[in-house]
């Protein structure tokens, strides 16, 4: 067994696209469109593992606290091969004006890694 994919809601659907295409080399898929249910998607392709799906609809709201732990997904975790690659990267998605919540160190159970938001204020670790 293996995770296929992991969705998200966004808000801004080519943004987002254009977010882990430029700093995680993702490769987007056709955009998925349903005129009927107003919903678009996109999904992307990584070097390796699971894809993820960017989603989009009107009607879906936003969460209410924006920042902060809720229930659910908390964080996902891209793995960049290196301490090296997660310092340049750390350092490339700050110098572009986003969000680092936490500096590159190596974790109490033995993980080096960042934590950055994307556009949305999804959570997302940069791991060796």
Same mark, same amino acid.
């Given at each position: 067994?293996?995770?296929?994919?992991?969705?998200?809601?966004?808000?801004?659907?080519?943004?987002?696209?254009?977010?882990?295409?430029?700093?995680?080399?993702?490769?987007?898929?056709?955009?998925?469109?349903?005129?009927?249910?107003?919903?678009?998607?996109?999904?992307?392709?990584?070097?390796?593992?699971?894809?993820?799906?960017?989603?989009?609809?009107?009607?879906?709201?936003?969460? &209410?606290?924006?920042?902060?732990?809720?229930?659910?997904?908390?964080?996902?975790?891209?793995?960049?091969?290196?301490?090296?690659?997660?310092?340049?990267?750390?350092?490339?998605?700050?110098?572009?004006?986003?969000?680092?919540?936490?500096?590159?160190?190596?974790?109490?159970?033995?993980?080096?890694?960042? &934590? &950055?938001?994307?556009?949305?204020?999804?959570?997302?670790?940069?791991? &060796?």
């Amino acid at each position: 067994m293996k995770i296929e994919h992991l969705a998200i809601w966004v808000t801004d659907l080519e943004s987002m696209k254009g977010f882990f295409e430029t700093y995680f080399g993702a490769i987007a898929g056709n955009k998925y469109h349903n005129p009927s249910k107003k919903f678009t998607s996109y999904f992307l392709s990584f070097e390796d593992g699971p894809r993820l799906e960017l989603m989009y609809r009107p009607d879906i709201a936003r969460k &209410v606290s924006g920042l902060g732990e809720n229930m659910g997904i908390s964080h996902f975790a891209i793995s960049v091969g290196s301490k090296e690659k997660v310092d340049a990267l750390t350092e490339q998605i700050r110098d572009s004006g986003y969000k680092i919540i936490g500096e590159p160190r190596t974790t109490g159970d033995g993980y080096y890694e960042s &934590v &950055v938001l994307d556009p949305e204020n999804n959570t997302i670790e940069i791991t &060796v």
